[in-house]
Nanobody, 127 residues
């Protein structure tokens, strides 16, 4: 079975940086694309960023473009989200997700297309 485990959440001051990690555990795990989503209290789960597992192609939500960077370590089966210049609107539970089959360009932003999800890690931004 495939398990995604997020880590790195916590309390961060606005303007500072943080890095989230997502470890993909599973002997037979493979993914075409992995991404990050976030969900604030009372809101829907929104797309943050995505990266193709076999390359460096990335796609970001407009709200985080230029501030967040998604990356990966194939050897460690680990996904990262570097968050810089954190804003008061960034606090949320952040989830990593993976999809095995290829997706049409643009579809990566929709959560319904992903096969596996982590349980999430809380990020709180103080002002």
């Amino acid at each position: 079975q495939v398990q995604l485990v997020e880590s790195g959440g916590g309390l961060v001051q606005a303007g500072d940086s943080a890095r989230l990690s997502c470890a993909a555990n599973g002997l037979t795990f493979s993914a075409y694309v992995m991404g990050w989503f976030r969900q604030a209290p009372g809101k829907e789960r929104d797309f943050v960023a995505v990266i193709k597992w076999s390359g460096n192609t990335t796609y970001y939500a407009d709200s985080v473009k230029g501030r967040f960077t998604i990356s990966k370590d194939n050897a460690k089966n680990t996904l990262y989200l570097q968050m810089d210049s954190l804003k008061p609107e960034d606090p949320a539970v952040y989830y990593c997700a993976a999809r095995v089959s290829p997706l049409v360009t643009g579809a990566e932003a929709y959560s319904s297309w992903y096969d596996y999800w982590g349980e999430g890690t809380q990020v709180t931004v103080s002002s």
